[in-house]
């Protein structure tokens, strides 16, 4: 398990590996969904907030991930925004919008 959640922590670093990355995280997020760690509904993410960990990097790489995911899997279409919920406490933790990763106030610290 700490193999799938681990890819989604990183970013590419070299230009050819961009490529092996997007496959790697449609392959473990497709592990992640199967398993129901992740709930996916329209273009909302349902995941506990303990999977990004504290960093806010690490949470900003969740959610650049997964909206690679939803490109490349679920055909996804550039622009609308993608909410990232805590399905525990039920609140917005995040979002992609505007082609940015965006954390609540919260996890920024503010």
Same mark, same amino acid.
């Given at each position: 398990?700490?193999? @799938?959640?681990?890819?989604?922590?990183?970013?590419?670093? @070299?230009?050819?590996?961009?490529?092996?990355?997007?496959?790697?995280?449609?392959?473990?997020?497709?592990?992640?969904? @199967?398993?129901?760690?992740?709930?996916?509904?329209?273009?909302?993410?349902?995941?506990?907030?303990?999977?990004?960990?504290?960093?806010?990097?690490?949470?900003?790489?969740?959610?650049?991930?997964?909206?690679?995911?939803?490109?490349?899997?679920?055909?996804?279409?550039?622009?609308?925004?993608?909410?990232?919920?805590?399905?525990?406490?039920?609140?917005?933790?995040?979002?992609?919008?505007?082609?940015?990763?965006?954390?609540?106030? @919260?996890?920024?610290?503010?």
């Amino acid at each position: 398990m700490k193999k @799938e959640l681990g890819i989604f922590q990183n970013k590419p670093e @070299e230009p050819g590996s961009r490529v092996k990355h997007i496959l790697a995280v449609v392959e473990h997020f497709n592990l992640l969904v @199967e398993k129901k760690i992740i709930l996916i509904l329209g273009n909302t993410i349902y995941l506990k907030r303990d999977l990004w960990g504290k960093e806010p990097e690490v949470a900003k790489s969740w959610i650049e991930n997964t909206y690679i995911f939803l490109r490349m899997k679920q055909g996804a279409k550039v622009g609308p925004t993608i909410y990232f919920w805590d399905m525990e406490a039920d609140q917005l933790i995040g979002k992609f919008e505007d082609g940015k990763a965006v954390l609540s106030t @919260e996890d920024q610290g503010g």
